[in-house]
């Protein structure tokens, strides 16, 4: 297996274009249409003994986690906190000493 390696001003040169990068100005398919059918197929995955243990309400729970992940500011947001708590966990000498909140031991 074989890695990737980029030099430091390409990786964030490459990361940038990944996140924000130029959205294409002809879309594959029509979004609205590619988002009920992955509503529905979302709810078709919806195991039957799931659906009885939740009850009811299920369905509409699971319509209101899709409608907050369809949000792309939203999402932003999602990923730039997993992607500091990710780091946080790698090198926790980020977490202490980037937290105003930290207050030293007397």
């Known amino acids: 297996m074989s890695?990737?390696?980029?030099?430091?001003?390409?990786?964030?040169?490459?990361?940038?274009c990944l996140l924000f990068g130029?959205?294409?100005?002809?879309?594959?398919s029509?979004?609205?249409?590619?988002?009920?059918?992955?509503?529905?197929?979302?709810?078709?995955?919806?195991?039957?003994?799931?659906?009885?243990?939740?009850?009811?309400?299920?369905?509409?729970?699971?319509?209101a986690a899709f409608d907050i992940i369809q949000?792309?500011?939203l999402n932003k947001h999602?990923?730039?906190n997993l992607l500091d708590l990710c780091l946080a966990e790698l090198f926790p000498e980020l977490k202490e000493s980037c937290n105003p909140l930290n207050e030293?031991?007397?």
Request: overall charge positive; glycine content about 2%; hydrophobic content about 40%.
């Open 3 to 16: 890695m990737v390696a980029f030099p430091p001003a390409n990786f964030e040169k490459h990361m940038v």
């Open 22 to 28: 130029k959205k294409s100005s002809t879309p594959r």
């Open 30 to 63: 029509d979004p609205d249409k590619q988002r009920e059918l992955a509503r529905a197929q979302l709810l078709a995955s919806i195991p039957s003994t799931a659906a009885l243990v939740c009850g009811s309400s299920l369905p509409a729970a699971v319509n």
């Open 71 to 73: 949000k792309p500011h």
């Open 78 to 80: 999602l990923v730039y």
């Open 104 to 106: 030293p031991n007397s």
